[in-house]
């Protein structure tokens, strides 16, 4: 049985239901690419777009199908218009390099006045992707335990899913030491923590077990908790073979439910699945667990405070195919809540946007490289071309800036 069989894909035609919207969509679409740096072509020859010749290209493959898509919800139209093969990257276009653009001029596409519309047309996100203790449950299990072969064949040996820290000893747009990038970015939030021998380390999302596995031999005795019984199983093997078994102690258990007192708190970019209605719930018990003189280090990714306001309630792509319940906070609504619910604050960022860039480049090359072996896993094509888009329109995000990704270190304020 393939994924496809438990996923609700979108089919590869289209009824044109609603033909007035899928014109306009059509003409707000070929509106706004006429100022854009690339080429949009279509069967028969026809070519829009402000990038020349040696542009990147966008091929519509069946018009009316992709008309009828972003008419029917542009932001999440677009996306499953790719997974039904309705547009393609042209023959010599990589597919981040077509997305970076429009991702550049993403709060400018639509015109003003249509902007003023969107909430009447922008989807809400469905009340089954809350995440309260049953639904987060649900919600991470529909990503993280697809299969941890399928993770295992992109990722660097440590498994590390989240943005690696290359070092400066080449460019970032051609780094490719990736296991070594990915093990600095974990020492580097280890350090801003504090972890060293004898710390009690609480980590909350444990991955595949690779952080945890780092603070027990620099002898932490680490707590690290996790909602995917996939990872929960893995990470505990892995810490097994490593030795520390003595040491890190792996849990199926939400962040609500912790108890006792910790040295530190880390946890790698698993604010983006908590939800904007639970922030307040999820800094609170990191106060709550933090003990004096302690110290909380996250890493977290973000958006422009403006952008975030703008979206906060719309249902996206990312949403429906790929982290159910997710929401990227701005760094302006992490200092928010932190103030109005905690007495912890903001003491140390570092930056590594254009780092996560060139990981999911990465990610990519290899996901496409061993696209035979995952397929053999059950995987269909359908679900090629969504990871395809996922990965490329995420570095497209980091690349053009408008999304970011920091380590943040957190002190409680001075009494």
Same mark, same amino acid.
């Given at each position: 049985?393939?994924v496809?069989?438990?996923?609700?894909?979108?089919a590869?035609?289209?009824?044109?239901?609603?033909?007035?919207?899928?014109?306009?969509?059509?003409?707000?679409?070929e509106?706004?690419?006429?100022?854009?740096?690339?080429?949009?072509?279509?069967?028969? =020859?026809?070519?829009? +777009?402000? +990038?020349?010749?040696?542009s990147?290209?966008?091929e519509?493959v069946?018009?009316?199908?992709f008309?009828a898509?972003?008419g029917?919800?542009a932001?999440i +139209?677009?996306g499953?218009?790719?997974?039904? =093969?309705?547009?393609?990257?042209?023959p #010599?276009?990589?597919?981040?390099d077509?997305?970076t653009?429009f991702?550049? /001029?993403l709060?400018?596409?639509?015109?003003?006045?249509?902007?003023? !519309?969107r909430?009447? $047309?922008?989807?809400? $996100?469905?009340?089954d992707q809350?995440?309260?203790?049953r639904?987060? @449950?649900?919600?991470?299990?529909?990503?993280?335990?697809?299969?941890n072969?399928?993770?295992?064949?992109?990722?660097?040996?440590?498994?590390?899913?989240?943005?690696? %820290?290359?070092?400066?000893?080449?460019?970032?747009?051609?780094?490719?030491?990736?296991?070594?990038?990915? !093990?600095?970015?974990?020492d580097?939030?280890l350090?801003?923590?504090?972890?060293?021998?004898g710390t009690?380390l609480?980590?909350?999302?444990?991955?595949? =077990?690779t !952080?945890?596995?780092?603070?027990?031999?620099?002898?932490?005795?680490?707590?690290?908790?996790t909602?995917?019984?996939e /990872?929960?199983?893995?990470?505990? &093997?892995?810490?097994?073979?490593?030795?520390?078994?003595g040491l890190v102690?792996?849990?199926?258990q939400?962040?609500?439910?912790?108890?006792?007192e910790?040295?530190?708190?880390? #946890?790698?970019?698993m604010?983006?699945a908590? +939800?904007?209605? *639970? %922030?307040a719930?999820?800094?609170?018990?990191?106060?709550?667990?933090?003990?004096?003189? =302690?110290r909380?280090?996250?890493?977290?990714i973000?958006?422009?405070?403006?952008r975030?306001?703008?979206?906060?309630?719309?249902?996206?792509?990312?949403?429906k195919?790929?982290?159910p319940?997710?929401?990227?906070?701005?760094? /302006?609504? $992490?200092?928010?809540t !932190?103030?109005?619910?905690?007495?912890?604050?903001?003491?140390?960022?570092r930056?590594l946007?254009?780092h *996560?860039?060139?990981?999911?480049?990465? %990610?990519?090359? @290899?996901?496409?490289?061993?696209?035979?072996?995952?397929?053999?896993?059950?995987?269909?094509?359908?679900?090629?071309?969504?990871?395809e888009?996922?990965?490329? *329109?995420?570095?497209?995000?980091?690349r053009?800036? *408008?999304?970011g990704?920091?380590?943040?270190?957190?002190?409680? &304020?001075?009494?």
């Open positions: 049985m393939t496809s069989a438990s996923i609700g894909w979108p590869a035609t289209v009824r044109q239901r609603a033909p007035l919207r899928a014109g306009v969509a059509r003409v707000v679409f509106h706004a690419v006429r100022r854009i740096p690339v080429r949009v072509t279509y069967p028969g =020859g026809r070519v829009l +777009g402000a +990038g020349p010749p040696a990147p290209e966008l519509v069946r018009p009316a199908a008309s898509r972003l029917r919800d932001k +139209g677009f499953e218009a790719y997974m039904a =093969g309705d547009w393609r990257a042209g #010599s276009t990589d597919l981040a077509l997305l653009p991702a550049s /001029q709060t400018t596409l639509i015109p003003p006045a249509l902007q003023r !519309l909430v009447f $047309v922008d989807r809400r $996100v469905p009340h809350e995440n309260t203790l639904g987060s @449950r649900s919600n991470i299990a529909a990503h993280y335990d697809l299969s072969d399928l993770f295992a064949a992109f990722l660097d040996p440590t498994m590390t899913y989240s943005s690696a %820290w290359f070092d400066d000893s080449e460019p970032v747009e051609t780094a490719t030491r990736l296991e070594e990038a990915q !093990l600095r970015k974990t580097g939030i350090d801003l923590a504090g972890v060293r021998s009690r609480l980590e909350i999302g444990t991955g595949w =077990g !952080l945890a596995i780092r603070a027990a031999q620099r002898g932490a005795r680490v707590t690290t908790i909602l995917s019984h /990872q929960m199983r893995l990470a505990r &093997e892995r810490v097994e073979a490593a030795g520390l078994s102690e792996v849990r199926v939400d962040y609500r439910e912790v108890s006792g910790y040295d530190a708190i880390v #946890s790698v970019e604010i983006e908590v +939800g904007e209605a *639970y %922030w719930a999820y800094f609170a018990a990191l106060d709550r667990l933090l003990a004096p003189g =302690g909380v280090a996250i890493q977290a973000t958006m422009d405070h403006d975030f306001l703008a979206t906060r309630r719309s249902f996206s792509w990312i949403q195919y790929i982290f319940g997710g929401i990227i906070p701005s760094l /302006q609504a $992490v200092d928010d !932190l103030a109005a619910h905690t007495t912890l604050r903001v003491t140390r960022h930056e946007g254009p *996560y860039a060139r990981t999911l480049r990465l %990610w990519r090359e @290899r996901f496409l490289d061993q696209w035979p072996r995952i397929h053999a896993q059950g995987f269909d094509e359908t679900f090629r071309r969504m990871w888009f996922y990965l490329a *329109y995420s570095e497209a995000g980091f053009s800036g *408008y999304l990704v920091s380590q943040l270190q957190m002190t409680r &304020e001075p009494a």
